[in-house]
């Protein structure tokens, strides 16, 4: 008997927490910050050669451009809105244009891609990052951001951030 009634009294106590948390819910702001190498990948494999997998930054160390992809990762089920930031520097003594595209939908289906063009100043980093907000895509981003660059010879990827809000009153989308 005292084992029923202390499984109820767990029971309603449990139920009673998640009841409060689904009542008081509200947005948050979490963000991931990552150095390139957790998510980022030369696009082929003639281009592992010339691009030097460094612990702070993907460096192209070869003498004609390199294509590295970026894939992000976030709360899809929970997530209302997200920021995708891209930092990139150029070791070389000339400024120097670089080129990442965001990429937002599904492999198979309707894609989106978004180019943005920067110069980079000789032998520094870029003064701010490349960025794509889900909504800067006409159809959103159905949760996925990935990022295209591509790194001209003495240029790098340096560092990544994913900023999104996350409200748990809000349904979780369908997977597609």
Same mark, same amino acid.
């Given at each position: 008997?005292? !084992?029923?009634?202390?499984?109820?009294?767990?029971?309603?106590?449990?139920?009673?927490? !998640?009841?409060?948390?689904?009542?008081?819910?509200?947005?948050?702001?979490?963000? &991931?910050?990552?150095?390139?190498?957790?998510?980022? @990948?030369?696009?082929?494999?003639? &281009?592992?050669?010339?691009?030097?997998?460094?612990?702070?930054?993907? /460096?192209?160390?070869?003498?004609?451009?390199?294509?590295?992809?970026?894939? &992000? *990762?976030?709360?899809?089920?929970?997530?209302?809105?997200?920021?995708?930031?891209?930092?990139?520097?150029?070791?070389?003594?000339?400024? /120097?244009?670089? %080129?990442?595209?965001?990429?937002?939908?599904?492999?198979?289906?309707?894609? *989106?891609? !978004?180019?943005?063009?920067? %110069?980079?100043?000789?032998?520094? @980093?870029?003064?701010?990052?490349? @960025?794509?907000?889900?909504?800067? &895509?006409?159809?959103?981003?159905?949760?996925?951001?990935?990022?295209?660059?591509?790194?001209?010879?003495?240029?790098?990827?340096?560092?990544?951030?994913?900023?999104?809000?996350?409200?748990?009153? /809000?349904?979780?989308?369908?997977?597609?």
């Amino acid at each position: 008997m005292k !084992l029923a009634t202390g499984l109820a009294a767990l029971t309603v106590a449990i139920a009673s927490t !998640l009841a409060i948390g689904q009542a008081n819910a509200i947005e948050e702001q979490e963000g &991931f910050s990552s150095n390139p190498s957790a998510r980022c @990948q030369p696009a082929l494999p003639a &281009f592992d050669e010339q691009v030097r997998k460094r612990p702070l930054a993907m /460096v192209n160390q070869g003498t004609t451009n390199a294509f590295v992809n970026c894939a &992000f *990762e976030t709360e899809i089920n929970l997530s209302t809105a997200q920021l995708i930031s891209v930092y990139v520097s150029n070791a070389t003594a000339a400024p /120097v244009d670089v %080129t990442c595209t965001g990429i937002s939908g599904y492999e198979g289906r309707t894609n *989106e891609y !978004l180019p943005l063009t920067m %110069t980079v100043p000789a032998g520094e @980093q870029s003064t701010s990052p490349f @960025q794509w907000a889900d909504n800067d &895509f006409a159809t959103g981003s159905a949760g996925l951001i990935s990022v295209a660059c591509t790194l001209p010879p003495g240029t790098a990827i340096n560092d990544s951030y994913v900023d999104f809000l996350i409200d748990d009153a /809000v349904d979780a989308p369908p997977i597609p």
